[in-house]
C-alpha cells in the first residue's frame, strides 16, 4: 500500500491551502483511519486531523488548534482524504505527513501504519 500526498506550498497568513491523500495498492485493503499529521523545525510530529471510519458513518478527529479552520473530507471512494485549510497562520507552517492505519486483505494481526512523503506548507507573515 502506498500513500500519494499532493498539495501544499506557500501563502500568505489568512490564505487557504487543500491537501489530499490517496491510498492505492495492488491488493485489497480496508483503511480505518486516514489522515494528516505535521511537524515543525525542532517540534515534535503531531496529529492535525483523521478520518476514522471504524464507526458506523466515520467520524473527524482535530488538532484544537486547527479547529474551526481545517476540515477533513473524504472521496466517495473512501481511498482518498482531503485537508481544506483556511484563515491558515504561520504557526501552521510544518511539513505535513499523511499517515493511515490499513489491514491489507489476508493478512494477519492489527492495521499498519503507512505514511507518506511530507508535503511542505509554509505560511507566510
Known amino acids: 500500500v502506498q500513500l500519494q500526498a499532493s498539495g501544499g506550498g506557500l501563502v500568505q497568513a489568512g490564505g487557504s491551502l487543500r491537501l489530499s491523500c490517496a491510498a492505492s495498492?495492488?491488493?485489497?485493503?480496508?483503511?480505518?483511519?486516514i489522515g494528516w499529521y505535521r511537524q515543525a523545525p525542532g517540534k515534535q510530529r503531531e496529529l492535525v486531523a483523521e478520518?476514522?471510519?471504524?464507526?458506523?458513518?466515520?467520524?473527524?478527529n482535530y488538532a484544537d488548534s486547527v479547529k474551526g479552520r481545517f476540515t477533513i473530507s473524504r472521496s466517495s471512494a473512501k481511498n482518498t482524504v482531503y485537508l481544506q485549510m483556511n484563515s491558515l497562520k504561520p504557526e501552521d507552517t510544518a511539513v505535513y505527513y499523511c499517515?493511515?492505519?490499513?489491514?491489507?486483505?489476508?493478512?494477519?494481526?492489527?492495521?499498519?501504519?503507512?505514511w507518506g512523503q511530507g508535503t511542505q506548507v509554509t505560511v507566510s507573515s
Open positions: 495498492g495492488s491488493s485489497r485493503f480496508s483503511i480505518n483511519t
Open positions: 478520518y476514522s471510519y471504524i464507526s458506523s458513518g466515520g467520524s473527524t
Open positions: 499517515n493511515a492505519a490499513i489491514i491489507e486483505y489476508g493478512s494477519i494481526g492489527p492495521a499498519k501504519d503507512y
